[in-house]
């Protein structure tokens, strides 16, 4: 399982898609000491091209659509979306709004969904466990 | 009032449209004034470069006509290179899309381009209960909700004349420092990261989450969110005081020692200083706010030139730089930080053990106005008018980072490529709070 000390390794891209910052606040805390999401092997990298998931913020906007389907296809397979928020699961604040879509998870097929306005770090943590466990399921890996 | 004349003896703040005319806001005499020209007409931005964003957004978002709008700058020439950055980046940052034009490794010009995070909050909001819609405002943007939601109390406010009990504006002024102080020492920490510089982001971080924590126990949610509500503070608001301003105290002894680190860095130093340079003039002409005005030689800051709360009592240092680079934004920053831990520092002391009451009931009624707060990126305005039975019929933010954008491509002419990340994270802007 994952949870042990570099049991697995995940890269991480993270999509901005009309979030209001408060989810980047709680996605860079994960590299604050307190809770060092490297312990884990998960690590923010800088290109889609290098991630093994996708976490994606806010309720999706007009302008971002097409850039965001853009960056999860250059993603190699397997991969896993993460929405993280309640905007990208679309409970949040902005969803449906006039420039705004019912949120970024849905339209990119999330499949784990992180609640909170924001989610707190262990949360999103959690979240990352689950997308290491599911892309673990699907390359047929057991640990 | 003329806007020349507003420009004159005070200053001119930014501007929007409705459905039947133009508004043009400035602070005169510590109260703003909104100067109402026709829907269509003479565009005001030739005189006042400032207003070219915002009368932009009033053509496209309003359909409104403006005669002699600035158009788009075409930069071409041998020799020079344009490239594009955005709007997906590779660090944990907002969208946001920027075209390069360079001879060599200089900047010769940069465009930035916005509005990938345009939700289209302000007409969401359209028809919505006014004081029920507080809770969306406070989601407007992160990193000024507590800025944003206190202007908007106010303005509510201002609409039955209500006025706030001293325990409960002591509160909203601790609960306004710790989202400067969390901003500034994050803001501190990605600077430090422009240049390459790690641990100065890793400790920021941890001195950033133990800030959040703070605020937490403090006012229930780690960024602030609903913290200021109309009518007063959040119930159980700073409940356990002698814990919080014993932790506060270790904090700020923390923060110091990492400030000796940092500034006594001296490569890190010599990348920050004539880094990103804007010149007072420049800054001026743009309508800078904050700590980015303040960092150039101006002195504007809300707490101390238009006083709401209780600030006026406890009289706010400036903090001011005069070299307008790098090094003097994040000096400023830091120097704000630490006022923000003396001034709740004074207002824990002035609010003793006295109890906090709960918010006093606020219902929405017709009203027009405007309000603008000290947020950690400077002047936080934010205007509305409500029909009879108290619905929103125009809600519209000027931000601080709205205004500053502009200044962050300027600051970036004549630098090198390399030093976009450093220039553009000693301004550390928001966008959500720009594009809506």
């Known amino acids: 399982m994952p949870g042990k000390p570099f049991d697995v390794s995940l890269g991480i891209r993270h999509l901005v898609c009309g979030s209001c910052n408060g989810c980047e606040h709680e996605v860079n805390a994960l590299g ?80 784990v969904h992180v609640p909170g306005c924001p989610p707190t770090p262990d949360a999103i943590i959690r979240g990352l466990h689950e997308a290491a466990r599911l892309l673990d399921l699907r390359a047929g890996r057991k640990r | 009032m003329p806007l020349r004349a507003m420009q004159r003896d005070g200053r001119l703040l930014g501007a929007f449209a409705d459905a039947e005319r133009r508004h043009y806001l400035g602070l005169v005499d510590g109260a703003i004034r909104d100067v109402q020209l026709s829907r269509d007409g003479q565009s005001m931005a030739a005189e006042f470069p400032m207003l070219a964003i915002d009368e932009r957004e009033m053509v496209e978002q309003y359909g409104i006509s403006l005669d002699g709008l600035p158009k788009d700058l075409v930069v071409e020439g041998r020799g020079l290179t344009t490239f594009v950055v955005g709007p997906v980046h590779a660090g944990i940052i907002e969208p946001g899309r920027f075209t390069f034009h360079s001879g060599g490794e200089s900047i010769v010009h940069l465009e930035a381009q916005f509005g990938f995070s345009h939700r289209g909050v302000e007409s969401f909001l359209e028809g919505r209960d006014a004081v029920a819609s507080a809770w969306h405002v406070a989601r407007i943007c992160g990193g000024c909700s507590v800025a944003r939601s206190w202007s908007y109390a106010r303005v509510l406010e201002s609409f039955h004349a209500l006025a706030i009990d001293e325990a ?25 990261a422009g240049a390459g510089y790690g641990f100065g982001l890793t400790r920021a971080l941890e001195l950033k989450e133990r800030f959040a924590r703070i605020n937490a126990r403090a006012f229930g949610h ?25 932790d506060l105290r270790a904090l700020r002894d923390d923060v110091e020692k990492f400030a000796e680190q940092l500034f006594g860095h001296h490569e890190l130093m010599s990348r920050f ?45 400036r903090a001011t730089a005069h070299d307008g680079d790098v090094a003097s934004r994040v000096r400023v920053k830091y120097d704000e930080l630490r006022e923000s831990m003396r001034l709740i520092d004074v207002a824990f002391d002035e609010l003793g053990d006295r109890p906090i009451p709960l918010p006093q009931h606020v219902r929405a009624i017709a009203g027009d106005g405007s309000a603008m707060t000290e947020g950690p990126r400077g002047a936080e305005i934010l205007s509305l008018r409500t029909d009879q039975q108290g619905r929103v019929q125009r809600l519209h933010v000027i931000s601080a980072s709205y205004r500053n954008w502009p200044l962050v491509t300027r600051a970036m002419e004549g630098n090198i490529v390399p030093d976009f990340p450093l220039v553009n994270k000693s301004f550390n802007l928001c966008y959500a709070c720009g594009d809506r």
């Open chain 2, 273 to 317: 200083s004539r880094a990103g340079v804007l010149p007072y003039e420049t800054a001026v002409a743009f309508g800078a706010v904050g700590p980015a005005l303040r960092a150039s030689g101006g002195t504007f800051d809300v707490r101390c030139d238009a006083s709401y709360g209780r600030y006026a009592q406890i009289s706010p240092i």
């Open chain 2, 168 to 192: 409960s504006e002591f509160a909203r002024m601790i609960c306004a420092e710790l989202e400067r102080a969390y901003n500034h020492i994050f803001d501190l920490g990605v600077a430090a």
């Open chain 1, 32 to 111: 604050a000491p307190q809770y060092d999401s490297t312990q884990y092997g998960y690590d923010i990298v800088a290109s889609p091209r290098h991630a093994d998931v996708l976490t994606v913020t806010g309720p999706m906007t007009e302008a971002m659509r097409d850039p965001a389907l853009a960056t999860r296809d250059a993603m190699a397979e397997p991969r896993i979306v993460v929405a993280v928020g309640d905007c990208a699961i679309g409970t949040g604040a902005w969803c449906n709004a006039g420039s705004a879509g019912a949120g970024a998870g849905g339209e990119l097929d999330a499949e």
């Open chain 2, 222 to 246: 780690r960024y602030l969110f609903d913290a200021v509500l109309p009518g007063g503070i959040r119930a159980e608001s700073l409940n356990d005081r002698r814990a919080l301003r014993s």
